[in-house]
């Protein structure tokens, strides 16, 4: 039996790099010397695409138009914005993404992150290891605490779930802002974010990103945040102007921020490192061996169940799947 051709815009885990070229004939673009030719070469004959955020390849339209016999596009991660949705859509593909197996997991480091940020817990390590605390005496009180917040959630889907669960048990006051209210949810429903920004001193981001997104937290949001601000990222750095971001944490328009996620990663813009009032991290949300073992496999059966031409297991829902 021939294997069907499968198209992989970067890297995978081992776990899926195994299990795909066990099963497909497949096409690895970052080892191709030349990407144009391969893509001429075999684009025609392609029939799934594995790609994630993390390969820094966009599947946008120029792509799709090259895959022309595209079924299925089974993406690591649960964010697909890396991904053109309409063109897919119109080319009748299938997107697949990795939902729920790394909602606890993303939910965990975001209250890390939280945490860290408000009571400087990074900072307070780089002083002891620094040897300061012996010298200089005991770190400083942190001008923040979670005793006397209240949280905004940005998005409250199955990972925000995730994120207010933990929250309530530390007995935090939380309202949310998304385009509509959600049945069944009792916390204060904000449509307008800035009107959410006025009310609260913590936003906490885990949306998707894409271009009803884009730059949502901008300098007017920020400025309803105020002095006591803290803004905490695990979306998509797209969806702040990082630009008025990084004015606002210099002018101390905002308290202090938390990012794990920025625009144009892993290259981050370099002016955030020059800041002291700002967390930064790699973009760790869901990077545990164990949570990305599950991510990974199922990336894979996604790739398999299209293989074999049965349903997928989580199509995204832009692309409900309505048979091969
Ligand atoms: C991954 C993520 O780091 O699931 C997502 O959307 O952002 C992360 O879990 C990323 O997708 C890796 O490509």
Redesign the pocket.
């Known amino acids: 039996m021939t294997k069907p051709a499968l198209l992989s815009t970067g890297p995978m885990m081992p776990l899926i790099t195994d299990q795909i070229e066990a099963a497909f004939e497949v096409h690895w673009m970052h080892k191709a010397g030349d990407v144009k030719a391969m893509i001429s070469e075999v684009g025609p004959r392609i029939e799934a695409v594995c790609t994630?955020?993390?390969t820094g390849v966009k599947t946008d339209a120029a792509l799709l138009a090259k895959l022309p016999r595209l079924k299925i596009i089974s993406n690591?991660?649960?964010?697909y914005d890396t991904i053109d949705v309409p063109a897919a859509v119109k080319q009748g593909v299938i997107i697949s993404n990795?939902p729920d197996v790394?909602n606890e997991e993303?939910a965990d480091t975001a209250l890390g992150l939280l945490l860290s940020t408000v009571r400087e817990l990074s900072k307070a390590e780089t002083y002891l290891r620094a040897g300061r605390w012996p010298v200089e005496g005991d770190y400083r009180l942190t001008p923040a605490s979670l005793r006397d917040r209240k949280v905004g959630m940005m998005g409250l889907g199955r990972i925000g779930k995730a994120i207010t669960r933990r929250l309530e048990a530390f007995g935090l006051p939380i309202s949310y802002y998304s385009r509509s209210k959600q049945a069944g949810v009792s916390y204060p429903h904000y449509a307008d974010l800035t009107a959410l920004a006025r009310d609260v001193d913590t936003l906490i981001a885990i949306l998707p990103g894409g271009p009803a997104t884009q730059n949502i937290v901008n300098a007017e949001v920020l400025k309803a945040l105020g002095p006591r601000g803290i803004f905490i990222n695990m979306a998509r750095g797209s969806i702040v102007d990082e630009a008025a971001l990084i004015a606002a944490l210099k002018n101390r328009t905002i308290l202090s921020a938390g990012l794990d996620v920025f625009q144009n990663e892993p290259k981050i813009n370099p002016e955030f490192l020059t800041l002291d009032n700002v967390t930064l991290l790699p973009?760790v949300?869901?990077?545990s061996i164990f949570t990305r073992d599950q991510?990974g496999q199922l990336v894979v059966d996604n790739l398999i169940l299209y293989r074999d031409r049965k349903p997928p297991v989580t199509p995204v829902p832009d692309t409900p799947f309505k048979g091969w």
């Open positions: 994630g955020s993390h690591f991660g649960v964010g990795t790394l993303v973009h949300g869901s990077a991510m």
